[in-house]
Every structure is written in C-alpha cells, then in structure tokens.
C-alpha cells in the first residue's frame, strides 16, 4: 500500500512570495488533514477535510494560507503571501474514516521563508 | 499553559537502558492517547494507541495512561540505536473529528 505523499520535499522562497504544496493521500481515505510543524514543536492542525468538505479549519490563519481538496481525493495549501514565521514542515495526513485508529503521514515539505 | 505539556530533551542514553518518557495534559475531555515516533526528515509514524486508562504492552513499549493524574508514559526496555528519534505524545477527545492534539516531542539519543 502507498504511503501518502507530498511534494515538494523541500522550498524556500522570500518573504511576500507565494508557495503552494500538494497531497496526495493514501487511495480511499476519506479524512486529510494538513499540519504545521515549527522546529522543536509538535505537530499543530491547519485543516481537516472530510472527502472535499472543510470540517474544521479553526486554526487555519486565513488571510494568507488557502486549502483545497477539489475531487475529494489530493489537496494543496498555498500560503500568500509568505512571511518569516511560516517557516516550518508541513505535514499531510489521513485516515480511512473517522471510526479509524491511525492517522498516516507523508514525509512532508520543509519550507524556508528567508 | 499548553493543553499538552512534554519535556522536548534531548534525554541521551546507552544501549540497553530503559527509557521513560512523559507527558501531561489538562484537558479532563482527553480519551485516546497515542505515541508517533518522528526520525529526521521524516513524517510521524504511530507507536502505540490508548483508550482510556491502563497499560498497553507491545514488544519492546509499554504505554501507561494515568487519567486521574493526566499524565502518560512510554516505557522503552533494551533501547537500541535505532530508536534514536524524537517521540511525540497526541490525544483527543472522543468525538467523530479525530482531532489529534501533539505534545512538543522528547528527542531521545541512544548510544551504542
């Protein structure tokens, strides 16, 4: 079974500048859910999707970071514009559906905001 | 004060030991406790899983979830290299969204 993916690995752009990653999850999980890692921090929730619908982008700071899960399968984040602090992972992650035990992650991308 | 506290280390130890690691919470709400263990570079991947209170053994790890103290252990016995990593604690509530809240991960060395 694939794992889920992500890309790019690694990015870095200037500050004001636009970045967009891509998901895509393992095949048939229902629940995608995008992560911020700051370094030397866990893991902080930006956005769940259940198949194509929001279900909570609470933490999601909305003025500069967007997310879309279209065809309820891959999804991109795309923050802009940029700023120093959104330097961090990004992790991708999903779950079969919601009576699941495991949530998979993807390696994720690094992104530097310089 | 966090919702999930963790002693981010780094904790360095020789093969062999046993280690233990720890984490707090504040949230009385908490239901399922889990363990991720993170290389470098790498996405979190799932140690162990909790429900409720009580122990889980599976090889080499042990969970200890103590709901009346909001505080939970991972125990590992005969550490090896390998296990070199960060270790995260994550728990949530029992509602339908899986919402998973992350301590800030221990880095654990283990020296040959």
């Known amino acids: 079974e694939a794992g889920v993916a992500q890309s790019p690995r690694y990015k870095i752009i200037e500050k004001r500048q636009s970045v967009a990653f891509w998901c895509n999850p393992i095949s048939g999980h229902a629940t995608l859910y995008w992560y911020q890692q700051i370094l030397g921090q866990g893991p902080k929730l930006l956005i769940q999707f259940q198949n194509n619908g929001v279900v909570d982008d609470s933490q999601l700071p909305k003025d500069r970071f967007s997310a879309e899960r279209l065809k309820g399968v891959d999804s991109t984040l795309k923050i802009q514009p940029a700023k120093l602090e959104d330097s961090a992972v990004y992790l991708c992650?999903?779950?079969?559906?919601?009576?699941?035990?495991?949530?998979?992650f993807g390696p994720g991308t690094r992104l530097t905001v310089l | 004060q966090k919702e999930v506290e963790q002693d981010p280390g780094p904790l360095s130890v020789p093969e062999g030991a046993i280690v233990s690691l720890n984490c707090t919470y504040s949230n009385s709400a908490f239901q399922y406790f889990m363990w991720y263990r993170q290389y470098s570079r790498k996405g979190p991947e799932l140690l162990m899983y909790?429900?409720?209170?009580g122990n889980k053994e599976d090889g080499r790890f042990t969970a200890q979830v103590d709901k009346s103290s909001k505080y939970i252990s991972l125990f590992i016995r005969d550490s090896q290299p390998s296990d070199s990593a960060t270790y995260l604690c994550a728990m949530r509530e029992n509602t339908g969204f899986q919402k998973l809240v992350f301590g800030t991960g221990t880095r654990l060395l283990v020296s040959p």
């Open positions: 992650a999903s779950i079969l559906n919601l009576s699941g035990d495991t949530q998979y």
């Open positions: 909790t429900y409720s209170s």
